[in-house]
């Protein structure tokens, strides 16, 4: 493992300085600087029950978010739903039934121009660890579903080149269930998935630099050069979108497979998942009720998800402002 320890900043170093070439799209940079931290704070808030959500006119609150746990979880994926529907996205709820669970799937779609039959997957697991009556999950893992949904409401305000879909997963704390379903669907349905951005815990850092780790598989994989060219795109935007300050992306080769990217590995898909710095700075709170919003590191937090945003206009490939009905 030492190797790859000492490898992986080689990897991070910034491909494109100042000055020097710079191939990230125009557009990429403009949807950067459209994730606002007052919408984004108030999503986390929303999914994290300390702000109402409203349904059938009256406010409710998503109190907690484990698999298990009925109503909340029916309230937050519904939540979760109608904002894509704002966004103007066609959603779709997919049941699913694995392992002893049941439970559904929220995939949105935003059809691609000249390449719709390539789809660009940006996921995140809406379900929580905790079973406690208030778990919040902020970190683990509203954080990256906040950012699925930020990103859904910006990128349709733009034209791409390739589809993109939208999707919150539930039961990815029993090992990666919904996932695993909906990428059976996909590989079922012949769908030619380029490549997977899965956002799991991304608003803690409290020591050392804000490293973001982004996850491949390991460099004897056959497809490693597939994730490889995801992370680089992450890296990529990073630095061009002027986020090197809050974030130090490390590429990072160790196959881990804890979250629902693995699923799609496992199905022969090129996909990363984007995390904080799981090994060196880990949340000591994750799968506890203590995985609050007074946690969150809100700098860190916005960067990722200015980052991500980003990372996902590029590799859709940008067309043009205004979305096509
Ligand atoms: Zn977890």
């Known amino acids: 493992m030492a190797w790859i320890a000492l490898l992986a900043p080689l ?5 494109a300085r100042a000055g020097e070439y710079d191939a990230t799209h125009p557009l990429v940079k403009v949807v950067a600087s459209q994730v606002r931290s007052n919408e984004l704070a108030q999503l986390l808030r929303q999914l994290t029950g300390a702000e109402a959500v409203s349904t059938n006119g009256k406010p409710a609150f998503i109190t907690a978010r484990h698999t298990t746990s009925g109503k909340p979880l029916r309230l937050a994926l519904n939540f979760a739903g109608e904002q894509f529907a704002a966004a103007g996205l066609a959603v779709e709820y997919h049941g699913w039934s694995r392992a002893g669970y049941t439970n559904r799937n929220l995939i949105a779609t935003q059809p691609g121009t000249t390449r719709a039959n390539e789809y660009i997957w940006f996921t995140a697991h809406l379900d929580v660890r905790s079973l406690e009556a208030r778990a919040p999950g902020a970190d683990d893992n509203a954080s990256g579903c906040a950012a699925v949904l930020v990103a859904a409401k910006i990128l349709s305000r733009f034209n791409f080149e390739r589809t993109i879909r939208y999707a919150l997963f539930t039961g990815e704390e029993q090992g990666g269930l919904g996932s695993a379903v909906e990428a059976d669907r996909a590989r079922a349905a012949g769908e030619n998935i380029v490549g997977v951005i899965n956002a799991d815990m991304i608003a803690w850092d409290k020591r050392g630099p804000p490293v973001l780790r982004i996850v491949t598989r390991t460099n004897s994989h056959p497809q490693f050069a597939q994730d490889l060219a995801l992370a680089a795109a992450v890296t990529n935007v990073i630095q061009s979108c002027g986020l090197g300050r809050e974030l130090s992306p490390v590429i990072t080769m160790t196959g881990n497979e ?68």
């Open 258 to 325: 804890a979250s629902d990217h693995a699923s799609f590995w496992e199905r022969g898909y090129p996909a990363v998942l984007v995390s904080e710095d799981f090994t060196r700075d880990g949340n000591p709170f994750y799968h506890t009720p203590k995985d609050t919003l007074a946690r969150v590191n809100w700098r860190y937090f916005t960067a990722a998800v200015r980052a991500l945003t980003a990372s996902v206009a590029e590799l859709a490939g940008p067309v043009g402002r205004s979305p096509i009905r």
């Open 11 to 15: 990897l991070a170093a910034p491909i």
